[in-house]
């Protein structure tokens, strides 16, 4: 397996294509991955922005088999519970069935990945809204900026938010004090299979509205769009 | 001003050039920024992950002045609260008070950015730590994608909430249903003197633990590292 020196030109990929390729890479394989390289997917994570520029993250790097092993159980108590929900809303949906199996799959091999990241924020955010969206907007573009650079050095990584369901449990697991609020779990290793390529999207004509809600103005004039 | 045509290969600039250059623009020109440009950076939002790709976003584009009015006057109204506490909070900081500075020129100056995104989300989330955490890592990808297309590009932004204090009257504003929620403002506009630049942040090595809150496995054995 490759360490990050060998990778590390990756990071050049132009960024377009890294967004345009961007997809959840499940399937891991148990090889390593080094040191170097988890550090320089952080050093990308912290550049991303936070409000007030409080850099208020913590990052767990899970390497231990018995925390992993906990994770693991964490996520499939989540998992068999949401599994018969997320199942029944995917009848009859290719697309939500692939991911589907590929999120069984993650949860019959979630410890594993070689290494789990678990992406942590100081304190609980305002008990307000603004507050909550201010604390999580200060801790998902770390997140982005890390899935990005692995998706750019050909790394499976994949967000997940199902072993944080109880942050008691979470907390325990890893150590974190009360005012440590764990946000998002990203299982990293080198990919089983394929991996990245190109994604499919709604258009965003159809989501995107001129001043007013509902304003779809950038939709064609007979209501059609090339697909994006 | 430069149209779309004239600026897109800016989106090749290498991943790892464009996170390390990510600044908050706060200072932009009130000279126009063409719908293309606009809708290639939502095109690219769109490739972040969602939540069981749910896909749930909807993309507001302010370029009304009376839209724009009411949005400046929402964030004045926050800012003019918030403006103390953060004061006080950077006396004797120089990198705060430059911050502080922008955002006040931001306030002062927030209609005239020639458009102004805001990122909603279709849904409240569940009502616990997990659906509100999936909820928030379902739009935050994307703000994080359109804020780095936006550097690739040179063309200025920067995500606030403030003028989201009130989702009512945010709402209201944007002629939202109840059941979409605003979640993140992004003013856009070519910027007003340098705009991006490399930026500085704690080493990663402090804020990275092995397996347990507080191993700080990764600092240098006499516990200095080189700033990263």
Request: aromatic share 8%; proline share 7%; glycine share 8%.
């Amino acid at each position: 397996m490759p360490e990050f020196a060998e990778v590390a030109d990756g990071l050049q990929m132009p960024l377009a294509e890294a967004m345009r390729t961007q997809r959840a890479v499940r399937r891991l394989r148990v090889d390593p991955v080094d040191d170097e390289t988890v550090l320089e997917l952080l050093r990308l994570a912290v550049k991303a922005p936070t409000g007030s520029n409080a850099q208020g993250w913590e990052f767990m790097v899970v390497r231990s088999p018995d925390v992993k092993h906990q994770l693991a159980r964490l996520n499939r108590q989540a998992w068999s519970l949401y599994r018969r929900f997320a199942r029944s809303r995917a009848r009859g949906d290719l697309g939500q069935a692939r991911i589907l199996a590929a999120v069984q799959w993650q949860a019959d091999h979630f410890e594993d990945a070689p290494v789990i990241i678990v992406a942590c924020l100081q304190g609980r955010g305002f008990p307000s809204n603004m507050g909550r969206t201010s604390h999580y907007g200060s801790i998902f573009p770390a997140v982005q900026n890390l899935l990005l650079a692995a998706r750019a050095l050909g790394l499976g990584a994949a967000l997940t938010t199902l072993p944080l369901w109880s942050r008691t449990l979470a907390r325990r697991t890893l150590g974190l004090p009360s005012n440590v609020t764990p946000c998002a779990v990203i299982p990293l290793g080198w990919p089983v299979g394929g991996g990245y390529g190109p994604t499919s999207r709604r258009p965003v004509e159809e989501v995107t509205h001129l001043d007013r809600y509902g304003n779809r103005a950038f939709l064609g004039l007979d209501g059609r769009v090339e697909p994006s």
